[in-house]
């Protein structure tokens, strides 16, 4: 599969929810990195994809949209452009995330995947005066990260669906 088709493969997968197929698509010591989550290795991320999916699914599938374009790889890098539209469970608020990715690839699976987002942006949205007043801190992006490595720990912990 090219690159180009491992990637259009995972954002269809990330489409429909479909977190074992995005899982698939990383590298057995991949690394993925975006303003919430630094993770190693295709159970970490596996997990991510699996929290994210399932609590799409439980609590704002309705709203759920993702478009990708700008599609571009070669043999070594990739990136596209995504946007996705969602609601955080948490908190119930919605998002519109848009997001610049890139990726560099070993044996035809993703080996990183960094996003690029807004994180004062992001966090406006989904945690409200909090994110508005505090969303620009180191202290609230640390915070947000720090919860968000808790509840992959948790997930993998509790998890029996995760290939390992």
């Known amino acids: 599969m090219s690159p180009q088709s491992l990637i259009k493969r995972f954002y269809a997968a990330f489409a429909t929810l479909d977190a074992h197929a995005m899982q698939a698509c990383y590298a057995a010591d991949a690394r993925f990195e975006d303003p919430?989550?630094?993770?190693?290795?295709h159970e970490q991320i596996g997990a991510m994809w699996h929290m994210l999916c399932h609590a799409v699914r439980a609590k704002g599938q309705a709203v759920w949209r993702i478009e990708v374009r700008d599609i571009e790889a070669d043999t070594d890098r990739g990136s596209?452009?995504?946007?996705?539209r969602y609601r955080i469970s948490a908190t119930g608020r919605r998002v519109h995330n848009v997001v610049e990715a890139d990726f560099t690839f070993t044996d035809g699976l993703i080996a990183t995947h960094r996003d690029h987002f807004d994180f004062w942006r992001w966090?406006?949205?989904?945690?409200?005066?909090?994110?508005?007043?505090?969303?620009?801190?180191?202290?609230l992006r640390n915070h947000v990260r720090g919860q968000a490595e808790a509840k992959v720990r948790n997930y993998l912990a509790h998890q029996t669906d995760i290939a390992r």
């Open 123 to 139: 966090s406006r949205q989904a945690l409200g005066p909090t994110g508005l007043a505090m969303g620009w801190s180191p202290w």
């Open 36 to 41: 919430v989550f630094e993770l190693q290795g």
């Open 80 to 84: 596209a452009h995504w946007e996705a």
